[in-house]
């Protein structure tokens, strides 16, 4: 019986069986036997298996995106909860804010209209976003990308990135919305410029990457390609000549030992922990992951790989694999060249931002400082990941409502 | 108390990672199997139109239709379903003077037509849904 219910035919009952199994260990964590792991893993439990059951019954698209989410969501909190139980339990709550912004933004963008048309209304929506976290933006672990609103901060570039999505997808739809290439050009690289003022280099890199994704599938200019490459990597070389800030991070990439005690300190730490986790990791609570600062938000990964071992952070970049996997399968499938491009779009920032801060705590690349989807705390990181995953689940179905004559059509067009 | 637990959960952890894993891409790989060789040369098919993925088990997208088709459970048949609610020999479609009839074997859960449960043979038309167990195909005639 017991053997049945949990088979890896169902996998949403191993999410179950981990979190029941991470609800018992964390209950006897340090002899607290607080009552608050009981009611927030009672409460975890509940958000993810109602709403993969309200999915079930309601989307006719991909269920396997939203099981993976599950799974990495559910490592993230057992970690953030064992390195601090307050801010293990508002990531719960922000887990069950981003589920409610997780369905709203399928219905919305499910029944709004006319999405391709307003290429110009999210070039300026984004370039005032940007100006406002200038203006008002306060200087947080430094960079100047949070906007305060009483005793809540919020990052507005954790926005624009599905804005930005967006503008790239409605521009390839229809370019005559925008004067001629270059305009599009500017705007896209405002963007970036943006970012590297506010010294977000990680974000301005991602952005960087997903606009490279989609402009060299669906530009027809392949010049244009290459010269964009080539002046990104001028660009990139002269500003570690130039950018103290940019130096630094390539500087403690090539050797972190020499800068051990103050600027290399975070990512020799890191490299430390994942070192000490050996393959099975020391064991959930028997690490020591807080000696790395900003564990639980950009080095979450470094932490698992402690405690979870290298099997538990090969599992993660696994689970991430098969996320991209499907998202590109449901690329494919989509027959909407809007929806098309946003949901390849939404897949490489996906991907492209967990291979960035993955790589970056394993000095496989310069660390920058982005969060790791659905695992990493942070209330807007965690917000904009799963809006686009519920965006990503409208383009996994179909999206033509004269769904008959749409079938009949493929049917003639397979001969 | 707390150490031991933990030492013995790792292990534990990494095995659920990893059967979750697995059965992902079992899901996937049983979806990916059902595509491969759906070149159609055949004028009359069955295809698909449930969604492929929300199936637990082996169904091709089109199957060619020729003289006389049994569909069922067992492996004798032509069409193959593992379905639980398909009968070992649920239903036949057979080519008589140029037309396909279907005809239910006297299975257990029936065999329906555009949403009627069929009673004796009926001859099928371009358009036809048949709805067997939890599947329901399309009938695809071009003459």
Redesign the interface.
Known sequence: MLKKIF?????QN??V??NI??L??LF????QYDRLILISGVLLMFIIYISNFILLKTS?G???IF??MG?LVS?GIIMIYRINSTIGFKQIVWFGISMIAYFLAYMIVKKGKGWQRWTRYYAAGSLILFLLTLVFGTKIKGATNWIRIGNHSFQPAEMIKLVFVFFLASYYVNKDRLLNKYVFLGIVYAHMAFLFVQRDLGTAMLFFLVFMTIFYIYEEDRKLIYYNLLGAGVTAFFSFLAVNHVRIRVETWIDPWRFIDNKGYQITQSLFAIGTGGF???????GHPEFIPEVHTDFIFSAICE???I??GI?VI??FL?LV??GFKIALNQQNQFFRIVALGITAMLGFQAFIIMGGVMKLIPLTGVTLPFVSYGGSSLLSSFAALGILQVASEEIESEQEEE??HR?QE?? | ???I???V??????V?????????????YLDIKSIGGSS?QEDTYL?LIN?K??L?FKVKEVYPLSANVVIGRKNENDIVIKDPYISNQHAQISLDEEAYFLEDLESANGTYLNGERIMDAVKLKN?DRIKIGQIEF?F?A?D
């Open positions: 088979s890896y035919k169902n996998p191993l999410i069986l981990m199994l991470a018992v260990l006897l964590y340090k002899d006719s991909d269920h396997y099981l993976i799974m490592i099975f990791g020391t064991g959930v609570g028997l405690e979870m071992g099997f538990g599992a696994m689970l098969i996997y499907r079938h009949e049917i397979d001969h | 108390m707390f150490n637990l933990s030492l959960f790792r292990y534990l952890f990494i659920i990672i990893y059967l979750f894993i697995f059965g992902i891409i079992r899901l996937i159609i295809k969604r993925d929300t637990p358009g399309l695809v071009n």
